[in-house]
């Protein structure tokens, strides 16, 4: 029921438990119940995001998982933690998207808020074209170089998009994506016609 997260050798379940409900439609004593049986269950890899829970700048959803982990039990060390970067968390300008600025904030805000001391796979939520894709990549190789990240992927990205961060990650010798999480469903399949043969090759 495990495979490699991208080329990368990290084994996540091939089901992962999504918790964006976590908080404004799920309680949180709910949600712990469902991620005691997810984990009993085999299930490896919970993903989350700092927007989810949909209050701004609390990261709702984030701080109900830091409470299930601070439980302790090996709980930490028997997931596979994924989080996302990108919405906004505050007022201010430079509290949303992929800047430097912002990305180096908003990371150290959701270990915070999870209760760890790193983040197995960090995403973008979605690009930003206001953004050069090198500061962004610089941001999160500096995080991965400081222990706070593992691996990077990405979320809602073009085809495009994710050839050039990629590109731009060899090119100036950085860390790059090791996986994408795109909109996937019976109604919307647009990733079969460019975006799952790129990820082939």
Known sequence: IYANLGRSGLKVSR?????????????????????????????????TANVYGWKKGEGWTE??????????????????????????????????????????????ESLKRLQTDHIDLYQMHASDPETPVEETLRALDDLIHQGKVLYIGCSVFAPWEICEAMWTARTLNL???????PRYNLLEREIEKELLPFCRL
């Not at 090996?74 to 430079?94: D, W």
């Not at 860390?175 to 999480?181: A, E, G, L, P, T």
């Open 15 to 47: 089901l992962c438990l999504g918790t964006m409900n976590f908080g404004p439609e799920t309680s949180e004593k709910e949600s712990h119940a469902i991620m005691d049986q997810a984990l009993e269950l085999g299930i490896n890899f919970f993903d």
């Open 63 to 108: 701080q109900i998982i830091g409470r299930w982990l601070a439980q302790g039990e090996g709980r930490r060390e028997q997931i596979v933690l994924a989080t996302k970067v990108y919405g906004r968390m505050g007022e201010g300008e430079n509290e949303r998207r992929l800047s430097a600025y912002h990305i180096r904030r908003a990371c150290d």
């Open 175 to 181: 860390n790059s994506f090791v996986s994408v999480q």
